[in-house]
């Protein structure tokens, strides 16, 4: 069964780090663009990080820029997302996601999407 399972929310003050983890079964990341996607109460869900599927290049939303840093573990299954000097509007559930067909994560084009974890930054 294919499936994508995040970890690793929770409950921090601003400037706080967290590191969000997504494991893969049923299958594994090779080949496909993989990346984290966040929907903030009230927002529509938008793009935050993205490995092309082809180079392994990266990309970032400016709001994250310089703050996150994704990677991928050399087993290919388990996907992550470093969040640094967390702020407030960090405030979302976390989704990562999976894309056979596409060299970047387009959210409408994602085969594979996990549950999803709460991030909650406040003081």
């Known amino acids: 069964q294919v499936q994508l399972v995040e970890s690793g929310g929770g409950l921090v003050q601003p400037g706080d780090s967290l590191r969000l983890s997504c494991a893969a079964s049923?299958?594994?990341?090779?080949?496909?663009?993989i990346g984290w996607f966040r929907q903030a109460p009230g927002k529509e869900r938008e793009g935050v990080s993205c490995?092309?599927?082809?180079?392994?290049?990266?990309t970032y939303a400016k709001s994250v820029k310089g703050r996150f840093t994704i990677s991928r573990d050399n087993a290919k299954i388990t996907l992550y997302l470093q969040m640094n000097s967390l702020k407030p509007e960090d405030t979302a559930v976390y989704y990562c996601?999976?894309?056979?067909?596409?060299?970047?994560?387009?959210?409408?084009?994602?085969?594979?999407w996990g549950k999803g974890t709460l991030v909650t930054v406040s003081s």
């Open positions: 490995i092309n599927s082809v180079d392994g290049s990266t």
């Open positions: 996601a999976a894309d056979r067909g596409s060299s970047w994560c387009v959210d409408a084009a994602m085969d594979y």
């Open positions: 049923g299958f594994t990341l090779d080949y496909y663009a």
